[in-house]
Nanobody, 120 residues
Framework: VQLQASGGGLVQAGGSLRLSCAAS????????KGWFRQAPGKGRELVAA????????YYADSVKGRFTISRDNAKNTVYLQMNSLKPEDTAVYYCVADVSAGLPKLFDYWGQGTQVTVSS
């Protein structure tokens, strides 16, 4: 069971990035999915989450209006579109999945991280 995140990189403040996370090893189409991030010296923060059918989403206050989470169950992939990026968005971003039917705050499955660096 693997969650493979990609799409991180270096971007200037105000720019955009789209993270992708492809699942392999099993079908995650019925799982809630999300993205955490961890900035240097800080704890992990749940950035966004989405229900298995995409009908509901959660966003941290710090990213509301700038980030959008979406999913394509046919491709077993979840996305995080990040716009108007700020230096404080710099972190390692992790994709996650959980069997919960709702919007969990704890997730059982974690992928490797992808680095996002926003320069000022």
């Amino acid at each position: 069971v693997q969650l493979q995140a990609s799409g991180g990189g270096l971007v200037q403040a105000g720019g955009s990035l789209r993270l992708s996370c492809a699942a392999s090893g099993r079908t995650f189409s019925s799982f809630a999915k999300g993205w955490f991030r961890q900035a240097p010296g800080k704890g992990r923060e749940l950035v966004a989450a989405i229900t298995w059918d995409g009908s509901s989403a959660y966003y941290a206050d710090s990213v509301k209006g700038r980030f959008t989470i979406s999913r394509d169950n046919a491709k077993n992939t979840v996305y995080l579109q990040m716009n108007s990026l700020k230096p404080e968005d710099t972190a390692v971003y992790y994709c996650v999945a959980d069997v919960s039917a709702g919007l969990p705050k704890l997730f059982d499955y974690w992928g490797q991280g992808t680095q996002v660096t926003v320069s000022s």
